[in-house]
């Protein structure tokens, strides 16, 4: 028995239109009509039904439905007969067929026209029919737009027919009608967006689904989600992959040894000890690296004895990138001080890299707008982020992002 389907709903429609006798209500919009043999079958099977004799019931409603001259009135009660038989028998093809000729005879009540035809959706899904139950459901989206869990199933039904975007779209108008409506949609819709996108290969429409996760659900399982699809779905180099894992970082989205040791060997391939060693100590800290385990201790002996140097180092490539006719050392430089947490003095050398020129702009904007943010500054950082082009344009959309969600 379908779930959506509830007995006492199912029963009332024979209830409420009996053969021999109509309820004064029923009376007052429209009083039945009976063809003078259909009538005399449906009282033996009215009769056969309350004896609980549902083969004889069937028997008496299908001589009713072969006389040829039966009407609207006659078409409807042989149905809700049947239904209520389908009903005790627990058969959902019957019901199935009985919902679909009590539609089709054109009388049925107008409060139940639309539970007939959701659960003839439900019945068709139930069995696997993934196209009747779609026709069933966008026939009955049409006069319940705003119906959310309709448009949910709807959704799953278009992906399950190989139509992923069409159920994306119908996903977010979901989330649209839900919050246009003063209520936040549940985190499990814009994942499921998020879901379908991502696995039909729609890249776009991905990034589109993660971003709307993450400015509505922020929280640091998404982010890394999110962020690993999008890393998944680009051939970057460390130079991208350490802006993604700086992002990640930032949304205490780090988990476990592996994302701590890809951090801090990026980070340490690119020249940035102090970065490097930073990662691996806040990775020791919350227990996801182990400081005896031998990978642990061979990048820790090969950036530990950098750290001291190289931060030493920092006053004098200050000055030597104010002074360089190109951008590229500032630009550097800004990296170097990022990695130490010296976020003003960073934004200030990126700063100096885009006004001298030389230097790739898009990576000096998108590492600006973050040591910016971290500073405090969200217009400016605002304003770095905006200014991305190019292929770190996407993922500047996700620093956008996160930055909204700063406090």
């Known amino acids: 028995m379908v779930g959506m389907i509830g007995r006492a709903t199912m029963a009332a429609v024979a209830v409420t239109m009996m053969v021999s006798a109509v309820p004064a209500d029923a009376q007052k919009k429209k009083t039945p009509k009976f063809t ?18 549902h083969a004889e019931v069937l028997q008496f409603l299908d ?62 899904m139930q069995r696997n029919d993934y196209a009747k139950a779609l026709t069933q459901f966008e026939r009955l989206l049409q006069t319940n737009p705003n119906d959310t869990e309709l448009l949910t199933q709807i959704a799953e039904l278009q992906r399950r027919q190989k139509q992923p975007e069409k159920a994306v779209q119908t996903m977010q108008q979901a989330i649209q009608v839900q919050e246009t409506a003063g209520q936040k949609a549940p985190e499990e819709w814009y994942r499921r967006t998020l879901a379908i996108a991502y696995d039909a290969k729609l890249p776009a429409q991905t990034n589109q689904a993660s971003l709307a996760l993450l400015k509505a659900y922020p929280n640091s399982t998404n982010w890394r989600d999110s962020l ?28 476990g040894e592996r994302d701590y040791i890809e951090y801090a060997e990026t980070a340490s391939a690119r020249g940035f000890p102090g970065e490097a060693k930073a990662v691996l100590d806040e990775g020791i800290a919350k227990g996801a690296l182990e400081a005896g385990r031998p990978v642990v201790k061979e990048l820790s002996g090969i950036i530990s004895p950098k750290v001291a140097s190289d931060k030493a180092a920092l006053p004098g490539l200050e000055k030597e990138a104010r002074a360089a006719k190109t951008g590229r050392p500032a630009l550097a430089t800004g990296d170097a001080l990022l990695g130490y947490g010296q976020f003003a003095k960073a934004a200030e050398m990126y700063k100096v890299a885009l006004s001298k020129g030389g230097a790739d702009a898009d990576t000096a904007n998108l590492r ?28 500047a959309e996700y620093y956008l992002a996160w930055l909204g969600n700063l406090a």
Request: no cysteine; charged share 25%; proline share 2%.
């Open 368 to 395: 600006m707008g973050f040591a910016l943010a971290q500073a405090g500054d969200k217009a400016g950082a605002e304003a770095a982020f905006k200014a991305v082009t190019g292929q770190r344009k996407p993922l």
């Open 36 to 53: 003078k043999e259909v009538q005399g079958l449906l009282v033996k099977a009215q009769e056969a039904q309350q004896a609980g004799n």
């Open 63 to 124: 001589q009713a439905d072969a006389v040829a001259n039966k009407n609207a009135d006659d078409a409807y009660m042989i149905n809700a007969l049947r239904l209520n038989t389908g009903v005790a028998t627990n058969d959902n093809a019957l019901i199935e067929r009985a919902i679909e000729g009590a539609l089709a005879s054109g009388q049925v009540p107008p409060e139940d026209e639309q539970k007939f035809i959701r659960n003839l959706g439900a019945l068709a």
């Open 228 to 255: 690993l699809i999008f890393k998944e779905g680009g051939k970057f180099d460390d130079q991208m992959n350490l802006d993604i894992l700086r992002l990640t970082r930032a949304n205490g989205a780090l988990t």
